[in-house]
T-cell receptor, first 109, second 114 residues
Framework: GQNIDQPTEMTATEGAIVQINCTYQTSGFNGLFWYQQHAGEAPTFLSY????GLEEKGRFSSFLSRSKGYSYLLLKELQMKDSASYLCAAHNQGGKLIFGQGTELSVKP | DTGVSQNPRHKITKRGQNVTFRCDPISEHNRLYWYRQTLGQGPEFLTY????????KSRLLSDRFSAERPKGSFSTLEIQRTEQGDSAMYLC????????????FGPGTRLTVL
């Protein structure tokens, strides 16, 4: 079967660092996406990992371990506007995305 | 605006009615995907097209659902005899032919079935 697991919700403080974990079990795995989604809006692309290791992009970094079926999204210097749902998605052959349920991040002052 | 567009943005209908949604992908994106998202959940894959060919359909896509992309550009998703369980956000995404695996999402159509 196909399964993507991530925490339902997390809370962090403005200026802090938060790590959102994602584990996956899928067939035909090509890579791992992270999307950000504000309430009532479309998901917006954050990162895509194909190879093992860390990819850094400004305040956001994403890590992938294919052998462990594990990824995380690291957000640094948190801002209030980072409050959103963060979606982990496995990219399968054929191109479809298998999403987790999303992690609702609340950033507090 | 060169992003993915979807119409209508909101649709309220009565149970048993038919509804049709439209998605206009980013120009020259040959792959187009439909997803459904309910509150508190991640999007679920429904179907996808490469140009005008529908290449995969999820088991979620019952025989009441049909999708088309007649000229390989815009796509429509029709739901016949709507049920309350069809209430969800219907998202469309497109992806270019080469250079990236990234899918770009439209704003979605929120369907409410009364």
């Amino acid at each position: 079967g196909q399964n993507i697991d991530q925490p339902t919700e997390m809370t962090a403080t403005e200026g802090a660092i938060v790590q959102i974990n994602c584990t996956y079990q899928t067939s035909g795995f090509n890579g791992l996406f992270w999307y950000q989604q504000h309430a009532g809006e479309a998901p917006t692309f954050l990162s895509y990992n194909v190879l093992d290791g860390l990819e850094e992009k400004g305040r956001f970094s994403s890590f992938l371990s294919r052998s462990k079926g594990y990824s995380y999204l690291l957000l640094k210097e948190l801002q209030m506007k980072d409050s959103a749902s963060y979606l982990c998605a496995a990219h399968n052959q054929g191109g479809k995305l298998i999403f987790g349920q999303g992690t609702e991040l609340s950033v507090k002052p | 605006d060169t992003g993915v567009s979807q119409n209508p943005r909101h649709k309220i209908t009565k149970r048993g009615q038919n509804v049709t949604f439209r998605c206009d992908p980013i120009s020259e994106h040959n792959r187009l995907y439909w997803y459904r998202q309910t509150l508190g959940q991640g999007p679920e894959f429904l179907t996808y097209f490469q140009n005008e060919a529908q290449l995969e359909k999820s088991r979620l896509l019952s025989d009441r659902f049909s999708a088309e992309r007649p000229k390989g550009s815009f796509s429509t998703l029709e739901i016949q005899r709507t049920e309350q369980g069809d209430s969800a956000m219907y998202l469309c995404a497109s992806r270019p032919k080469v250079s990236t695996d990234t899918q770009y999402f439209g704003p979605g159509t929120r369907l409410t079935v009364l």
